[in-house]
């Protein structure tokens, strides 16, 4: 034993798992301990032991296990991970626990299985327990089944799924173990306890002894229901509440609708298993049950008999059995087996249920009239069978068939239907028997209660008693108008015998007949599943402002109204049933009406009624009128009076004044009596009769509306409208329709009969009068605004002219609401509970105006050779036949739901084999529902069903048809018939991956809609989940996304439920999905508050704060009322006060409510930027479809819930698209608002608009449209630049609409894209558009076409991407197009382009086939008249453009395209903007010190000044300059103080701002670059940089050196970051070549260093690899072509030539760089025709001369390209062919010719062109001729270089070889030093550099000038020509000139400075290259490195820099000046220079 230490030293868990038994123990102690001391049920901890768990508890060792077990349980309690063993423990608890003979460990085992249970995993352990039922060994059945017995009694049987323990309890009570049955026996009383009388149909067949032992313990067990005890984890608050109940004592019941969830209704046949009988029945039966023996018949129905008994059967096609079981019901003379058919029809509908539902129609008919039969045997069997049809089925299903057999002659037939429509009420709830249903069945059970046959008037009592009592009285009573007081109380008494019934089956059905005997007794049913329904779905009916319990509860149990529920409801019923009295009233004799008004009228007043004197009779009725108003209304006996004036002459009466009068009194008597329908009669016909007199008229319109309020406009209207029309006189035709459209708008709508008054206008339609005509479309205006669009639907065969009166009357109506009534019983109601009902008759009159069209049978044209026909063999007859059938329901527009055997035969097709005929039959099913209207319903189970299998098909066209028509279905059936019963989840359940994906894609988007679903749709959530795992991706997603929807109307827990048949691993992954889906699961819409809503508009306040329910309305009525917006702003705060403090019941809807008044876009910091990453990361999907997918949609979502408001998103993604335009309308309004939260979400916004574009219906799109065109207008405003990743989200899918058939769009799309150019770059754009040509839609490629060349026109031919030789391609080929308009469209767009570039556009294009260029020439011909106008236009417009924008300062975006690459502008653009924000315009001084700021304004204001004065003030300033020297005062005032000090100011300021430029700190950079692009850009302001050119450009290539060199390589640098700052440089670069003056400003050596960077830049192959890097490559090759237009020509030509001599030397140099400067070189060759008399040729030549002295022709052939000698000769050739022979003439600064071979080649270039042509006279201006006077003689310069080199290489004549040196240099300025320099080492060169630096600063010192000439200041100034204007040494090189007196300038300058004294702007500024006036090449070579003596100087000092006005095109004058002048001047400064020194001394 002695390694027991061992083990005790192993951690726990392998403690665990020890062979030793004694090791396990102690490991299980302590583990035990450990899990009760972990406190974090998410701790590591746990993980450990899972695998471990199983172990624990089948322990080998007995007493190891039972401490296994004790730990096990810890665990399970304890750990967030135990459920994953649940499977492994239970089983091994079921087989290694339950068989111990240990109680303890039995009793541990059920503890864990319970505890698994509360961890919300009892299915599995009910699934494991259940296995457990077949192992062999009794013990452990005898536990399993204990186990499941506590599980069910602790946690009950909403938990514990019964029907599988139910499945196996009959086979357990036959085992043979005692013990086991004994333990059935307790489970069965305990599943007895929780369900009830559900468990005896399965138990049935058990021993009898075993049930009886049962029924007594039954019998023993407590009434009351049990109650859940244990509580899973998810119960927290029920267990709460339980706790809480236990604690008081009470067990009372769990509140409301706890009490309900404890125990769930068990329906018996749901715990049965189905049985399939179709294969079961006989193989012959078919033939037997058409057999001539009646015996055989009876055979073939007795054994179907026999089968449906079975209590549940299989779904499957019943269609054949039904229709033969129909026909002998129908057909049969045996009445015998008539019963048994019913009987068999019975069985079935009780057996299928719900399945059943899709044969009802056929068999309902047929039933019904087959009560004529008299026995009662078979009378009953068709009642049972009749009742159990109607259970499968609903009422309105049914409606049509039953109303049709109500008129039927036969007293038995309606006897019986009305008994059956009583029955059939009593299984309905107030809304599942809706008014819309109530009022056809009452009208026909009202004429029932009139017949002649006692039985049948019993029997419609019986039913209307029984409406009565379900629908309530408020509902029914309308109906009941006219019933007299005696019937009336016989329905009320009737009604109060009525018992409910509950879901009543065959039972239900037996005890019926009983009880029949007594007519209108109804038998009594139990049960509270009746009462539950009508708990659960609200009446539309019932008052809606109840108390806050309204919404729950629905209107009290037994229907009756709670009087307390409507504000003074009790009193309106009142008062209306009193009317309802009253107003019926026997007609009286005229002898008893006499009597009657003597008793009330004077006497004389009766005698002069048919006086003959007019005045008598006036009198007369002035007395009448008197009586009449002082009567009281109970004695006034109406019909008596009316009936006195009725007397002769009555209404004809000639005298107009008497009329007047009796009109009024018929008004008065109406008004204040009781006035009754037979008093109206009597006085109707002469009111019709003098409506359209001129003088009587409005008197005679008055008694009508009078009578209308006492007896109902709906009654009134129709009389006198049949009255007015069986009338010939027009005018009264008329003005009756004029009487009633006004009537309509003061009484409403209610109760108006359309149908009737149809025909009565169409009569007035065709009238020949037109004020008739007028007066009737009037009408229909009135009647639109209250039926709706629907109404157009009857007059659609009226005349085309009439129709489009019509249609303008309509239009006019459209948008208004309709006026509330004013009148009629409506006025009354307003704030009472009877509000509600007259909503709903409104809302009735809309939706049955369908039901008031004629309906047409066609049951008689489906005949049987054309139901034939259509099954036929040949396709080509099956296609005839389905023809006919789409003529004759088209024929029929309207028909009846009766459509024969037309279902089955269509319904065979849609399994055709041909899918043209598949499709032909959907559209034919798409037509029947139009047709047909809302009693489609019928028909949805037989037909509806079959088109959802089509969704299955391969063909995706196939599909969306069948989509189409379910859609077409559901529009008129809404969606409750579909969810019913099993056949969806059958659809659901066909592992077909199309058939589930558009299903539930359909599911998804109906189901959002609906309020409520039938619970059946329960039964597809099982298949949804295998559609959440299934193979096909999209089949997965579309499940995915229709799950919140089936959890919005299941719930969550219900769902969860459902996932427990599941594998475990599915399970995990499903519930997950569950949990997703949870969070974003939508709310229910909303009911319809109709009363709210209603009086909304008149009084908002008291609808708030009326109730609890009160806030309900809000979130339904918003959409719907025009008021609410104002209503809404103000009315929330009321809103809320009134609800605080009650019950709330829908709190989200408040909440939501609340929130609408907040943003509707959250600016998330940084969150498009990380939705871009994303993007590019490829973490989600890229925005990129041809349609977009769910999972695009749902992605969109997604993103959108973090940064959009909750509702708006809801209405964004809604499926309706009203919710859409709703949607955009809020965006329109916050658009201004909230333009930064739109700006953060932008690309998210324009994602969602792209959804938009794909949705079919055009009022979204328009209004998306008009968004958009805000939306960018803002956008520009705001100075915003769309980005890469908004930019290819968008422009795609918004140049897809550029081809929309409708004008209209087009027209929106082109101005969106319009608009886009100023936010997105036109050359970007134009490749979108590009991509938009080469679509199928020929209009899209039409218009992209168009919209390209109106690019081109506007921003020139550069707009063209990639290339505009690819680009014309491209367009070109279009010009073939098939289409005439792309063809149009391509020449219009090539001519355009024509205008712009002219003739280049043949070569651009390239090869066109001969018709296409024909035609192509053909229309540039047409338009030949307009290209120079065009060309004009455009020269003058771009200028404009230009300027506008820049000099706006906001507008700074739109820069014409081609002078940049755009991503780059507009990048660098953005930068712009920042910078000067952060450095605010001219005040701020966030960033850089006041003083360092440019003053722009300043600049701007004195721009006049510069211009004109600069000359005066210079010569000024030198004459000045004298005085103050003496008194050396600071800051000495000049001439123009003003002028002086600012531009001191900005001098210095920009001398500052380009000394960042050259930053190391990249931000830093970019601002300067910002600052002095805003003073490139503004031409006025540009002069600044006059002068500062090379030194800007020496920062900008200094700073390029730095990115290329560091940057680059710095990795953690965000390589945004450079392109950010390569855009700033090019653009800046871009917009100073824009600007000749100052791009000649720039001098050689600089532009060779500045070319020298961009090609090694645009060589770089690290910035190819950078996202925008192809873009910044464009973009400086776009700038190397402004630098060689617009420099200097010399000095560029020059600097080519220096670089490409370097570029062949240096050994490092890649071949690819020559070759670029190589092009450049060619591209100036090109520009020389143009440029040539602007070229210092002499600096040319010298230049050429050095590069053929360092590369001889041999050197050159030896390179591997020979494009260098070609370049260089094209270019000498080029001069010569340009210059002819006085080229020779300008080699004058070339000192040794023979050094090269330049002179040589020109020679025989020259001698070349002569023998070809001729000697040629010279042409043009010998610009540099000869411009020096005198030469100095020179000497062989080589020799003279190498001796002097030579001296400076000996010790002892170093520093006098250095002299000569200098002088050397001073006499020939331009000499060649570099080739001896060349080969010295580093350390001699700049020892010789030193050198000469140090004489240069010494010569200076001492004073010692040599003399020489030079051009006089004045001359400079005045008359520098602008191709010297430059910091090179042009000037001094082309006059042989030494640069001494700028460099005295300079110092003279930089004195007065430190003096304090002010620098006059008088001197030429001083070259930067070099003080020394060394020669050009070699200053090329130091540029850089005078930089930073350069920028350390302009630090230190402000110094000024002249601004100098030339004039472009002024040329290059010869300028010799005269000596002397010039060194007089000198003299003049050197000695002043020698003043100012000594002064400082």
């Known amino acids: 034993m002695g390694d027991d230490s061992e083990w005790m030293k192993l951690p726990i868990d392998q403690k665990c798992e020890h062979k030793l038994w004694k090791a396990r123990l102690n490991g299980y102690e302590e583990a035990l301990k450990l899990f009760e001391k972990i406190d974090d049920e998410k701790s590591p901890e746990w993980s450990k032991y899972l695998g471990l768990i199983k172990k624990f508890v089948i322990d080998s060792n007995a007493v190891a296990q039972l401490k296994g077990l004790e730990a096990a349980l810890a665990y399970v309690e304890n750990a967030h991970v135990a459920g994953k063993t649940t499977g492994e423990v239970v089983s091994g608890v079921v087989n290694k626990v339950f068989n111990q003979p240990k109680a303890r460990a039995k009793e541990l085992g059920i503890d864990i299985c319970l505890m698994f249970v509360e961890i919300e995993k009892g299915e599995v352990v009910q699934e494991e327990l259940l296995k457990g039922l077949d192992n062999k060994n009794p013990k452990i059945i005898v536990a399993c089944i204990e186990t499941l017995r506590r599980a069910l009694s602790e946690f009950g049987s909403k938990i514990i799924s019964l029907k599988p323990i139910i499945k196996v309890l009959p086979k357990l009570f036959e085992s043979r173990e005692k013990a086991v049955r004994d333990e059935a026996k307790l489970l069965a009383i305990e599943i007895y306890r929780w369900i009830r009388d559900a468990l005896r149909p399965p138990l049935q067949n058990i021993n009898s002894v075993q049930l009886k032992e049962l029924e007594e313990e039954w019998v023993k067990l407590p009434s009351s229901a049990p109650k859940q005890t244990r509580f899973l984890r998810s119960q927290q608050e029920m267990k709460a509440k339980f706790e809480q109940q236990q604690a008081a004592g009470g067990d009372a019941e769990g509140g409301g609708d706890d009490g309900d969830e404890a125990v769930p209704q068990v329906d018996a046949y749901e715990l049965l298993e189905a049985v399939e009988i179709l294969s079961k029945l006989p193989k012959d039966f078919y033939d037997k049950i058409e057999a001539k023996k009646w015996q055989e018949r009876k055979e073939a129905l007795e054994a179907v008999e026999l089968l449906v008994k079975n209590p549940k059967l299989e779904a499957g096609d019943y269609a054949d059995l039904v229709k033969a079981l129909k026909k002998v019901v129908g057909k049969d003379t045996n009445v015998m087996l008539v019963a048994l058919a019913a009987k068999c029809l019975a069985g079935l509908a009780m057996g299928l249920r719900k399945k059943f539902g899709q044969y009802a129609g056929h068999v309902v008919p047929t039933i019904l009239e087959k009560f004529k039969e008299k026995k009662p045997q078979v009378v009953q069997a068709l009642q049972e069978a009749i009742d159990a049809i109607f259970l499968t089925t609903t009422l309105q299903n049914l409606s049509e068939d039953i109303l049709a057999v109500m008129d039927n002659k036969n007293p038995t037939i309606k006897q019986q239907t009305s008994l059956f429509i009583a029955r059939s009420f009593r299984h309905c709830t107030p809304s599942t028997l809706p008014k819309s249903l109530l009022k056809p069945f009452c009208a026909a059970l009202l004429k029932h209660i009139n017949d002649s046959a006692p039985e049948v008037r019993d029997a419609a009592f019986e039913a209307l008693a029984t409406a009565l009592k379900v629908a309530g009285e408020k509902a029914v009573n309308p109906f009941l108008t006219d019933v007299d007081k005696l019937k009336l109380d016989r329905i009320k008494e009737c009604a109060e015998k009525v018992e409910l019934a509950s879901g009543g089956k065959a039972g239900g059905a037996a005890d019926r007949k009983e009880s029949r005997p007594v007519a209108g007794k109804a038998p009594v049913l139990s049960g509270a599943a009746g009462d539950k329904d009508t708990k659960e779905n609200v009446v539309k009916s019932g008052p809606l402002k109840k108390p806050p319990a309204a919404k729950v509860g629905g209107p009290p149990k037994k229907g009756k109204q709670a009087a307390a529920g409507g504000v003074g409801s009790a009193g309106s019923k009142g008062k209306k049933g009193a009317e309802v009295k009253e107003i019926f009233e026997p007609e009286l004799s005229i002898e008893v009406c006499e009597e009657k008004a003597s008793a009330v009228l004077p006497a004389s007043c009766i005698q002069q009624l048919d006086s003959s004197n007019w005045k008598e009779r006036l009198a007369c009725m002035e007395e009448f009128q008197k009586a009449v108003e002082l009567m009281d209304k109970t004695e006034m006996p109406c019909q008596a009076l009316v009936r006195m004036l009725a007397k002769k002459p009555g209404w004809k009466e000639t005298n107009f004044q008497v009329m007047q009068i009796k009109l009024h009194i018929v008004a008065l008597v109406s008004q204040k009596g009781t006035f009754s329908k037979t008093s109206a009669q009597i006085v109707l016909d002469g009111l019709v009769d003098k409506i359209g007199d001129v003088k009587c008229g409005n008197n005679a319109k008055e008694a009508l509306t009078a009578i209308a309020e006492a007896c ?126 007259e909503g709903d008759d409104q809302e009735e009159a809309g939706n049955d105006v369908v039901d008031l069209l004629p309906r047409a049978d066609i049951s008689d044209k489906i005949t049987s050779e054309l139901v034939s026909k259509i099954g036929d063999k040949n396709w080509k007859i099956r296609k005839e036949g389905l023809d006919e059938v789409a003529s004759i329901i088209n024929e029929a527009k309207f028909i009846q739901p009766n459509i024969g055997e037309l279902a089955p035969a269509l319904k065979s097709r849609l399994n055709d084999s041909n899918k043209i005929l598949v499709q032909q039959t959907l559209s034919i099913l798409q037509q029947l529902a139009t047709a047909i209207g809302p009693n489609i319903k019928q028909h949805v189970k037989n037909l509806g069903i079959s088109i959802i299998t089509i969704l299955g098909d391969s063909k995706s066209n196939v599909r969306a048809a069948s989509l189409t028509t379910i859609n077409a279905w559901t529009e008129q059936t809404g969606m409750k018939e579909w969810l019913e019963g099993e056949d969806l989840s059958e659809e659901l359940k066909k592992e077909n991956p199309f058939l589930r994906q558009e299903l539930l894609g359909w599911l998804a988007e109906k189901l959002p809609t609906l309020r409520t679903v039938p619970s059946d749709l329960f039964f597809c959530v099982s298949h949804l989940y295998s559609c959440l795992e299934d193979r096909n991706g999209d089949v997965r997603k579309k499940a995915q996304d229709a799950l919140p929807f089936f959890m919005m109307h299941l719930g969550f827990e219900k769902m969860a439920k459902a996932t427990g048949k599941l594998k475990p691993a599915s399970k995990d992954q499903v519930l997950a999905m569950l949990e997703k889906a949870k969070a974003n699961m939508p709310a229910k819409p909303a009911p319809p508050t109709k009363s709210c809503s209603r009086t909304v508009g008149t009084a908002p306040a008291k609808c708030q704060t009326a109730s609890g329910s009160g806030e309900d309305f809000m979130a339904s009525s918003v959409d719907t009322k025009t008021d609410i917006k104002k209503t809404k702003a103000g009315g929330t705060a009321t809103k809320t006060k009134g609800i605080q403090g009650k019950k709330v019941p829908s709190k989200p809807n408040l909440k939501e409510d609340d929130d609408r008044s907040g943003p509707i876009f959250v600016i998330v910091p940084g969150g498009k930027e990380q939705r871009m990453k994303d993007e590019k990361g490829l973490k989600v999907l890229k925005w990129n479809f041809t349609t977009p997918r769910d999972e695009y949609i749902e992605q969109l979502k997604t993103q959108m819930s973090s940064c959009v408001a909750k509702w708006l998103q809801d209405e964004m993604f809604h499926s309706d698209f009203q919710h859409h335009n709703k949607a955009l309308a809020v965006m329109v309004e916050h658009l201004e608002i909230e333009k930064d939260g739109v700006i953060s979400c932008l690309d998210l916004i324009l994602k969602w608009l792209t959804l938009r574009f794909f949705d079919t219906n055009t009022s979204v799109l328009m209004k998306a449209l008009e968004y958009l065109k805000l939306l960018f207008t803002m956008l520009n405003q705001e100075e915003y630049h769309l980005t890469e990743n908004e930019a290819t989200s968008f422009i795609p899918y918004l140049v897809l609409k550029v081809g929309e058939s409708k004008d209209v769009i087009r027209r929106d799309v082109r101005a969106i894209l319009n608009r886009m150019c100023l936010v997105y770059p036109a050359s970007k754009m134009f490749t979108f558009i590009m991509e938009g040509t080469k679509s199928k839609n020929s209009k899209q490629r039409a218009e992209c076409l168009e919209e390209l060349g109106c690019l081109v026109e506007s921003y020139g031919m550069n707009v063209c991407q990639p290339t505009p030789g690819k680009a014309l391609k491209e367009m070109a080929i279009h010009i073939g197009d098939r289409d005439n308009t792309v063809r149009n469209a391509a020449l219009n767009t090539i001519v355009t382009v024509y205008n712009v570039h002219g003739d280049q556009v043949f070569k651009l294009i390239g090869n066109l086939s001969e018709k296409d260029m024909s035609m192509l020439e053909e229309r540039i011909k047409r338009s030949a008249k307009r290209p120079n106008a065009a060309l004009a236009r455009q020269v003058d417009e771009k200028p404009q453009r230009i300027q506008s924008v820049s000099a706006n300062a906001n507008m700074l975006r739109k820069g014409p395209a081609e002078d940049m690459s755009s991503k780059l502008k507009i990048m660098y653009r953005t930068y712009r903007i920042q910078a000067r924000n952060m450095s605010g315009h001219s005040e701020a001084t966030h960033t850089v010190p006041r003083e360092f700021q440019l003053d722009l304004d300043e600049i701007e204001n004195d721009n006049g000044t510069v211009r004109c004065e600069m000359p005066a003030l210079v010569q000024h300033k030198l004459d000045d300059i004298l005085e103050p020297v003496l008194i050396p005062e600071p800051k000495i005032r000049a001439v123009s103080p003003h002028f002086d000090d600012m531009h001191s100011n900005t001098a210095s300021t920009i001398n500052f701002v380009i000394s960042q430029v050259a930053s190391g700190d990249i931000n830093t950079s970019i601002q300067a670059l910002a600052q002095i692009d805003e003073v490139l850009r503004q031409e006025d302001k540009a002069e600044a940089m006059s002068g500062h050119i090379d030194q800007f450009l020496i920062a900008t290539f200094m700073q390029l050196r730095l990115i290329y060199n560091t940057h680059m390589a710095d990795e953690k640098l965000d390589k945004d970051e450079i392109v950010k700052l390569y855009s700033c440089i090019i653009g800046n670069m871009i917009s100073l070549f824009r600007i000749e003056s100052l791009a000649r400003e720039a001098s050689a050596g600089v532009l060779k260093d ?127 062919k340009l210059k002819g022979p006085k080229i020779l003439d300008h080699l004058t600064m070339i000192d040794n010719k023979n050094e090269s071979e330049l002179e040589a080649h020109l020679c025989r270039v020259m001698k070349h062109s002569l023998d070809q042509t001729g000697s040629k006279t010279d042409k043009g201006t010998e610009k540099g001729a000869s411009r020096i006077d005198e030469k100095s003689p020179k000497a062989k310069v080589n020799d003279i270089l190498a001796e002097i080199f030579k001296k400076i290489g000996s010790k002892e004549n170093t520093k006098e070889g250095l002299a000569e040196l200098y002088d050397y240099k001073k006499k020939y300025s331009d000499a060649d030093i570099e080739p001896f320099l060349k080969n010295s080492s580093q350390f001699f060169q700049s020892y010789v550099e030193r050198g000469l630096r140090l004489i240069e600063m010494e010569r200076e010192g001492k004073g010692r000038i040599p003399s020489s000439t030079g051009v006089s200041p004045q001359m400079e100034v005045s008359c520098i020509p602008t191709a010297t204007n430059t910091v090179s040494s042009s000037i001094g090189n082309s006059n042989g000139e030494e640069v001494g007196p700028s460099v005295y300038l300079e110092r003279l300058k930089i004195l007065r400075q430190r003096c304090g004294l002010d620098n006059a702007k008088q001197e030429e500024r001083p070259p930067l290259t070099s003080q020394l006036s060394k020669p050009s090449v070699p200053a090329v070579a130091s540029s850089t490195d005078m930089l930073h003596s350069k920028l350390s100087q302009l630090r230190e000092s402000r110094e000024q820099y002249q601004h100098i006005d030339t004039d472009s095109n002024q040329t290059h004058s010869s300028g010799t000046t005269t000596s002397s002048s010039s060194a007089s001047n000198i003299d003049e400064l050197k000695k002043r220079l020698e003043r100012i020194k000594s002064s400082r001394k």
């Not at 709906?714 to 009338?727: D, I, K, L, N």
């Not at 030539?1697 to 092009?1719: C, G, H, I, N």
């Not at 025709?1729 to 041999?1754: A, G, S, Y």
Request: glycine content about 4%; some cysteine; hydrophobic content about 40%.
């Open 712 to 837: 109902q406009l709906p009654w009134t209207a129709e009389q006198v409208m049949s009255m007015a029309f069986s009338q010939k006189n027009p005018k009264n035709q008329s003005e009756t329709l004029n009487w009633l459209s006004n009537a309509i708008k003061e009484f409403g709508f209610s109760g108006l009969n359309v149908k009737a008054f149809i025909s009565n206008v169409k009569t007035a339609l065709a009238a020949t009068n037109p004020a008739v005509r007028t007066s009737a479309i009037t009408l229909l205006g009135v009647l639109y605004l209250y039926v709706g669009p629907s109404l157009r639907m009857f007059f659609e065969d009226e005349k085309p002219a009439l129709l489009s009166q019509i249609d303008a009357e309509f239009e006019k109506m459209q948008g208004q609401t309709p006026p509330a009534p004013t009148r009629g019983s409506s006025k009354h109601t307003v704030g009472s509970g009877d509000d509600g009902e």
């Open 1650 to 1776: 500045l070319m020298h960077g961009l090609i090694t830049l645009m060589l770089d192959s690290r910035v190819e690899d950078l996202e925008e890097g192809q873009q910044v490559i464009r973009s400086v090759n776009l700038l190397v072509v402004k630098v060689l237009e617009k420099s200097d020509q010399t000095n560029i030509l020059s600097a080519l030539l220096v670089l490409l001599q370097d570029s062949l030397l240096a050994t490092a140099s890649s071949p690819k760089f020559s070759e670029l400067v190589m092009k450049c070189l060619w591209r100036m060759v090109r520009l020389l025709p143009e440029t040539i008399n602007t070229i210092n040729l002499d600096r040319i030549m010298l230049d050429i001369h050095i590069f053929m002295k360092v590369f001889p022709k041999e050197k050159l052939k030896q390179c591997k390209s020979e494009l260098t000698i070609r370049t260089l000769k094209t270019l000498i050739h080029t001069l010569c």
